[in-house]
């Protein structure tokens, strides 16, 4: 099993709609977990911290279930704007090394 | 304020010669990091810098590659000699502390013929 798993894709939703992806990871002992944004050709961004008690940053909501090893990034009304590639970036205790899952494509269309 | 600073932003060579790129942190920032991004991938980590320290070089191919922070700013990241399978983006990052947030430099795109 690879130490971070996305759902590559791509997810092709129409503005105004809500998407919610899934990022789970391998190991039990993660402490920091990240959703970044990518645009083509692009370096990666990052959009949220993703804390236990969970956070909201205006049409973007991250999520952790640290019981089932996953966290999720809801996307409500969706903009032309938000397509891009979404990457789930795990910081393990024990290696210290940020890790990423490969992405998962997001193509919002009018 | 300046983001991380890299160059060149493409690369073309021939497999077997050697290739260099130079990659320049955001201000004050101690931690820095070289990744590799292949397509569809996301990036994986080569090598991370506490200052001039490199902490963590497991994953850096190290028959081939090289790295170096010699002030503890600036740093080189060297291929010698390049494979068709280096063929990638290869990204800087920076941050003031290794918990925190990384700034990503907008990457050199290296094609190996």
């Known amino acids: 099993r690879k130490e971070v798993e996305q759902d590559p894709g791509p997810f092709n939703v129409p503005e105004g709609a809500t998407v919610a992806f899934n990022c789970t990871y391998s190991n039990s002992a993660s402490q920091s977990f990240f959703w970044y944004r990518q645009d083509c050709r692009k370096e990666p961004k990052l959009l949220m911290s993703v804390y236990s008690s969970g956070n909201e940053d205006g049409r973007f909501t991250a999520q952790l279930n640290r019981a089932s090893q996953y966290i999720s990034l809801l996307i409500r009304d969706s903009k032309l704007s938000d397509s891009a590639t979404y990457l789930c970036a795990v910081i393990n205790s024990g290696y210290s090394t940020l890790t990423f899952g490969k992405g998962t494509m997001l193509l919002v269309s009018p | 304020e300046a983001g991380v600073v890299q160059s060149p932003r493409y690369k073309i060579i021939e497999k077997k010669q050697p290739v260099a790129f130079w990659c320049n942190p955001i201000?004050?920032?101690?931690?820095l990091y070289w990744y590799r991004q292949n397509l569809g991938q996301g990036p994986e980590l080569l090598i991370r810098?506490?200052?001039?320290?490199?902490?963590?070089d497991s994953q850096l191919p190290k028959d081939r590659f090289s790295a170096e922070r010699l002030k503890g700013v600036d740093s080189t990241l060297k291929i010698q000699p390049a494979e068709l399978g280096d063929s990638a983006v290869y990204l800087c990052?920076?941050?003031?502390?290794?918990?925190?947030?990384?700034?990503f430099g907008p990457g050199t795109r290296l094609t190996v013929l």
């Open positions: 201000s004050g920032h101690n931690t």
């Open positions: 810098y506490e200052n001039e320290e490199a902490v963590d």
């Open positions: 990052a920076s941050s003031t502390g290794h918990y925190n947030e990384q700034f």
